[in-house]
């Protein structure tokens, strides 16, 4: 116990005077149980750079497909073609979502992601961020994870960097965190073998910063991984932000067991979950943003999460269904009354942004 109690001070210390937490500090700190300090720390580190803002947008979750080629064991959502669920969206019919999400709701983000589809060809994806460009200019368009964009350029016969800058000239503003899952290979092999590695999931990123597209970054937790797999999984991405600064935030995503094809093991618990907020908070120090996903967990733990190193309570995640489909609790969708009033519960100023971060507007100051 006094070990633990002096592991905890000297980090303590570390983050006080602003240095680096090393691998070893990430252990220790997985391995303590003192939730309250965790978080106290994490919280410093938060209000320092952001006082007591808390960020939302209101966007729109665009899943044009659930069919998908990689078939991964923890996923819930994708389907074979032949499936009597499976679907693609034409692009007459993304076109219509977004436009009565503009009209209806006066979205300021669309977040795209689907599966692998082997039928859809590049153009198609072209054409769909042409189509919701012209919709609204102002509209943040945030689309296809980096498993996604790997896949379409080998299926077009194009490099990564061709694909992205072709889809940034249509309109295309960044790019979502999602595929990352846990970078460490043995993990992969077991829960996403067919996925890109983790090494090919930095590239595409890398590759997207150097064109001056800022990406989010996340990590898939509470399943086959250890302590030192997620701390190693956050220094990798810690190590990229240090070469390209193209990292907005980093999203925690817990594993829901439910649906999927691996088993035994139980749903990540609400200790784990703000573990995982704080840590992530006291590692990343050169990624602005910790958002706290509320469809993957729910609304009352997104609300204590903002005492606990997150700073973005992410969109109202209109029609959002990857992690309902895994089984998620959460509400469908939200409006952006219900997040200013959850922001404001929880004793915070609510800023209306879109991914970039840059305020559009502010909900009152409480």
Known sequence: MKQNLRSLQNISQKVQTQQRLSFEDGLRLFQNTDILTLGKMAQSVRERLHGRRVF??????????????????????????????????????????????????????????????PDLGFDYYL??????????????????????????????????????????????????????????????????????????WIAVHRTAHRLGLQTNATMLYGHLESDAQRVEHLLKLRELQDET??????????????????????????????K?????????????????????????????????????????????RVMHEAGSRSPRDLSADDLVRLIKDAGFESCLVNSSYQIQEIKGVY
């Open 276 to 320: 995982i907020l704080s840590i992530s908070r006291l590692l990343l120090d050169n990624i602005p943003h910790i958002k706290v996903h509320w469809a993957a967990t729910d609304l009352k733990f997104a609300q204590v999460a903002l005492s606990f190193g997150a700073d973005d309570m992410g969109g109202t995640h209109l029609d959002e």
């Open 127 to 200: 054409e769909m961020i042409q189509r919701i460009r012209g919709i609204g200019p102002a509209i943040y368009i945030k689309a296809f994870s980096a498993t996604e964009i790997h896949d379409i350029a080998k299926r077009a016969g194009l490099s990564v960097e061709e694909v992205l800058r072709q889809l940034k000239s249509k309109g295309l503003d960044g790019l979502p965190g999602g595929g990352a899952e846990i970078f460490d290979p043995e993990v992969r092999r077991k829960l996403c073998p067919q996925k890109i590695s983790g090494e090919e």
């Open 56 to 117: 939302y947008s209101v966007n729109l979750h665009l899943n044009h497909t659930n069919i998908c080629s990689t078939q991964c064991d923890f996923c819930a959502f994708s389907r074979d073609a032949g499936a009597s669920d499976a679907y693609a969206l034409t692009l007459d019919e993304v076109e219509h979502t977004v436009r009565e999400a503009v009209d209806r709701w006066h979205i300021n983000e669309v977040h795209i992601v689907g599966g692998h589809h």
């Open 245 to 274: 600064h193209g990292f907005f935030s980093f999203v925690p995503l817990a594993y829901h067991p439910g649906k999927n094809a691996i088993k035994d093991i139980h749903e990540a618990s609400g200790f784990l979950d703000l």
